[in-house]
């Protein structure tokens, strides 16, 4: 089994550096746990809250290394028949008709009722070949040549079983099949598992990944995401819209605004040619930023005091 030679992952800083072209701007523990996750070749397991930019840690890590992104969504109930693999039961039957009609020429020659048995076992076998093999993400990203990532995105809504069906794979790569033997990958691929803390992920699992929490960034930083993803916001919009979105964080609600709605509601506010915050222009936006009516309510009925610091940054601004 080859391992990923990436001449991008070769260094912390070539990983950063690498991430902004492609406009995911991080920090350094996440460059850092990238670099030591494909030194290492072990899975990472990324938790935080929703919408932090943990999905599109992987998605950028395969534009980077311009290798597959294969995506196994988990939900409760997910089995290997969807994760790992299946046979393909049409094309079987499909072999197991013609076998029918050609079953006098194959016991051609044979005699008595061991030896015909023997000679259908020989044609037996070939239906559960890799042939007949219909692979799903997991065994799909064994397969390439080229190495690939593998995203099993939200790991916390599958069950505990299906935990149990990663361990060999995340451990040695490979997975055993009963009517094949194992199979190992091609080519070890990097591993990305995603976490929204829904549910404890087993100790098991967790001992052969990295571990990296991503928060919700800072200030500074969500300021340089915006800056690279919505780049005609001005200066001082920019930082107040960061500001708020900030301070809406700290409340109770039922969903706080991820990263991807903060940009979407820059790129409103561009729209709408807004040079900065004021109570009717952000009351009018606050459905692109919050999802739940309730949210909206509450934030309604605080916004004189959320604005303040916006309003105070304006003032200085001019």
């Not at 196994?72 to 008709?97: H, R």
């Not at 995203?151 to 790569?173: A, T």
């Not at 200066?235 to 903060?262: C, G, W, Y």
């Amino acid at each position: 089994m080859q391992s990923l030679d990436f001449p991008q992952l070769a260094s912390v800083e070539a990983i950063e550096q690498g991430f902004e072209e492609h406009g995911y701007i991080c920090s350094r523990k996440i460059a850092t746990a990238v670099f030591l996750a494909f030194k290492l070749r072990k899975p990472v397991l990324v938790e935080g809250p929703p919408g932090v930019g943990k999905t599109e840690l992987a998605k950028t890590t395969a534009m980077l290394l311009d290798t597959p992104l294969i995506r196994l969504q988990c939900y409760e109930g997910l089995d290997e028949a969807k994760a790992l693999y299946e046979w393909k039961y049409g094309k079987q039957l499909l072999y197991t008709q013609v076998l029918k009609e050609k079953l006098g020429d194959l016991l051609q020659g044979t005699t008595g009722l061991a030896e015909s048995v023997e000679r259908l076992h020989q044609f037996g076998d070939i239906f559960y070949s890799e042939d007949f093999l219909e692979p799903r993400p997991l065994l799909k990203a064994m397969q390439q040549d080229n190495g690939a990532i593998l995203l099993i995105d939200e790991v916390d809504k599958s069950d505990y079983e299906f935990e149990s069906l990663l361990l060999e794979i995340l451990s040695d790569y490979q997975v055993s099949i009963p009517e094949i033997g194992t199979i190992k990958a091609r080519t070890s691929p990097m591993v990305f598992l995603t976490s929204n803390n829904t549910r404890d992920i087993s100790d098991a699992l967790k001992r052969r990944c990295l571990h990296l929490y991503i928060p919700f960034p800072s200030v500074e930083l969500e300021e340089r995401i915006i800056r690279s993803r919505v780049p005609d916001v001005d200066e001082n919009l920019r930082h107040q819209l960061v500001e708020f979105v900030h301070s809406l964080r700290q409340l109770d609600l039922k969903k706080s605004p991820a990263i991807s709605e903060t940009i979407d509601w820059a790129r409103s506010l561009l729209l709408l040619h807004a040079q900065s915050l004021d109570t009717e222009l952000v009351r009018s936006t606050l459905n692109v930023l919050l999802k739940f009516e309730e949210d909206i309510e509450t934030t309604d009925g605080e916004l004189r005091s959320l604005l303040r610091p916006a309003a105070a940054h304006n003032d200085q601004g001019t």
